[in-house]
C-alpha cells in the first residue's frame, strides 16, 4: 500500500481533539472519506444540483446523467451484468429489507424455510423476523465452528425442498471470517431457493463479482467504502427484480396512475421511490473509482496482512483473548480482556487517541454464541498501518495495567 495514503484522507491532518494523531480502528462501522469523495459531493451542489429523471432543461439531464454514471461505476465494481440490475438504497440495511418485503412478502408461505447463519448482523435477522411473521415461514441456521466458520454440513444437512431463501453475511463484521458464498449460493440454487448475500462487510474490502459468486442479490453500503452516508446499493438478477413488486410507493417509480390503482416503472426505477440520494450516489461514483485506482486485490492483501498482525500482537498481552478464525481472517480484529469490560477498553485507548469500536456489533445472537456480552473490535482500512497496530498495542498494555488488581505486596507498600 501507498505509505501516503493517510494524506488523501483529510480528517487525519484535521483531527486535533486530543493532541495526538488519531488512530482510527473503526472502518468496520464507517470509513474515513478522501478529499475526492469529499470535493465529489461538494461539486455537485455547487455546480449540477436538480432533481433528476423528470427535467427537460440541461441541469437536470446532467444531473440524472451524474446520477446513472454512479449505477453503471456500482455495476462495474461488483461485475453486475448490468447496470439496471443496481438499485440505489440507503445502505444494506435497506438492500436487506427491500429484499425481505419485496420478495419475501410475495413468495413465503407457511411452512416455507429461510435459511440464515449464527453470524449474522441484525440487518439480516430483523427483516426475517418480520417477515417469518407475516407469513409463517421458518428461520433456520448454518452453524459456525469452533474456528468462527460456517459449518457447511449443517447448511446441507438443513436445506431442502421446503428451502426458499439462503441469506448469508459475506464477511463478518465480528469475526472478519470469510465465508464460501460461491459454494453456499450453488447450495441453495440446486435446492430452488434464492441467494442473498450481505455484502457489507467484503465490497468494500475485496475484489468482489457477483456473477462469478453466483447469488441472486447481493447487498452494500457506500459508507463502508470511502462513499457518503445515506447511500447504498443492492444487486439483483434483473428477471427477479422484473417479478418483484415494488417495496416503497411514490413518485419516480411509477408508469401510470390513477385514482384507485396504479402500474410501476421498470427496474431499478421501480424500486427508487421518491427524490433520491443525488449527492451520495455522485460521492459513491467517486469513492469506487478512488478503490479502483488503489486496487482491490491490494487493499484486500494490505488488510489481511494487518489483521493476522493485530492478532498475532495482541494475543501476546496477558488476559488478551481473539476471536478469529486461524486462516480465512480479514482486517477486523474483535478480543476480549480478562477482568476489563469491552467499553473500558475502548475509553482507556480513546484517551490515547485510538479509535475502536466495543459492544455487541449488532450481532447479538454470534454474541450468545461467542458466550460473551460485548467484544473489544479493532478494524483496519486501508489509511491504517504497523504502526496504528503497535500503538493499539501498547494503549491496550497500558490500559490494562490500571485495571490489573494490584499485588498485595504493592498495596501494603
Ligand atoms: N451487514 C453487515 C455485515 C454489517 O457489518 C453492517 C454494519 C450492516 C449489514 C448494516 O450496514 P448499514 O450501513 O446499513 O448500517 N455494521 C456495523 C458495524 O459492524 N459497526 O457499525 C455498523
Not at 482510527?24 to 470535493?39: E, F, G, N
Not at 427535467?55 to 437536470?60: A, P, Q, R, V
Not at 459468486?213 to 447481493?218: A, L, Q, T
Not at 480479514?330 to 477498553?345: A, K, L, M, Q, R
Request: aromatic share 8%; proline share 4%; charged share 25%.
Amino acid at each position: 500500500m501507498r505509505s501516503d495514503i493517510k494524506n488523501d484522507f483529510p480528517i487525519f491532518a484535521n483531527w486535533r481533539e486530543k493532541g495526538k494523531p488519531l488512530i482510527y480502528l473503526d472502518s468496520a462501522a464507517t470509513t474515513q472519506k478522501p478529499a475526492r469523495v469529499i470535493d465529489a459531493v461538494s461539486e455537485y451542489y455547487s455546480r449540477y444540483n436538480a432533481n433528476v429523471h423528470r427535467g427537460t432543461y440541461e441541469l437536470s439531464q446532467l444531473a440524472t446523467d451524474l446520477y446513472e454514471n454512479s449505477r453503471t461505476a456500482v455495476a462495474r465494481f461488483i461485475n453486475a451484468e448490468r447496470a439496471e440490475s443496481i438499485v440505489f438504497t440507503r445502505n444494506a440495511t435497506e438492500s436487506l429489507n427491500l429484499i425481505a418485503y419485496a420478495w419475501g412478502l410475495n413468495n413465503l408461505k407457511k411452512g416455507d424455510e429461510v435459511i440464515l447463519s449464527d453470524m449474522e448482523h441484525h440487518s439480516n435477522l430483523v427483516p426475517w423476523h418480520i417477515i417469518s411473521r407475516h407469513t409463517g415461514a421458518v428461520l433456520k441456521f448454518i452453524r459456525m465452528n469452533s474456528d468462527f466458520q460456517l459449518d457447511l454440513q449443517s447448511l446441507k444437512d438443513n436445506i431442502g425442498p421446503r428451502t426458499k431463501v439462503v441469506s448469508v453475511v459475506h464477511v463478518s463484521n465480528v469475526l472478519g471470517t470469510i465465508n464460501p458464498v460461491k459454494e453456499i449460493c450453488r447450495l441453495a440454487h440446486e435446492a430452488g431457493a434464492i441467494a442473498i448475500v450481505d455484502g457489507a462487510q467484503s465490497a468494500p474490502h475485496m475484489p468482489v463479482d457477483v456473477r462469478e459468486i453466483g447469488c441472486d442479490f447481493y447487498a452494500l453500503s457506500g459508507h463502508k467504502m470511502c462513499g457518503p452516508t445515506g447511500i447504498g446499493a443492492l444487486y439483483a438478477r434483473y428477471e427477479l427484480l422484473e417479478r418483484m413488486e415494488p417495496f416503497l410507493g411514490g413518485g419516480e417509480m411509477i408508469n401510470e396512475v390513477f385514482p384507485t390503482t396504479s402500474n410501476y416503472a421498470k427496474p431499478p426505477y421501480k424500486f427508487e421511490a421518491g427524490t433520491p440520494n443525488i449527492a451520495g450516489a455522485v460521492g459513491l461514483k467517486a469513492a469506487v473509482e478512488y478503490l479502483e485506482a488503489v486496487g482491490l486485490k491490494e487493499v484486500e492483501e494490505h488488510e489481511i496482512a494487518l489483521g493476522d498482525y493485530a492478532a498475532r500482537r495482541l494475543a501476546e498481552i496477558e488476559g488478551v483473548r481473539i476471536f478469529r478464525p486461524k486462516t480465512t481472517g480479514t482486517g477486523v480484529v474483535s478480543f476480549t480482556v480478562e477482568n476489563v469490560h469491552p467499553h473500558d477498553i475502548s475509553t482507556i485507548l480513546d484517551s490515547e487517541g485510538v479509535a475502536i469500536r466495543a459492544g455487541h456489533h449488532c450481532a447479538q445472537p454470534l454474541m450468545r454464541k461467542l458466550q460473551v456480552q460485548s467484544t473489544a473490535r479493532a478494524s483496519f482500512y486501508i489509511y491504517n498501518d504497523k504502526s496504528d497496530v503497535e500503538v493499539l498495542a501498547s494503549a491496550l498494555e497500558k490500559g490494562i495495567a490500571l485495571f490489573r488488581p494490584r499485588k498485595k505486596a504493592d498495596v501494603t507498600k
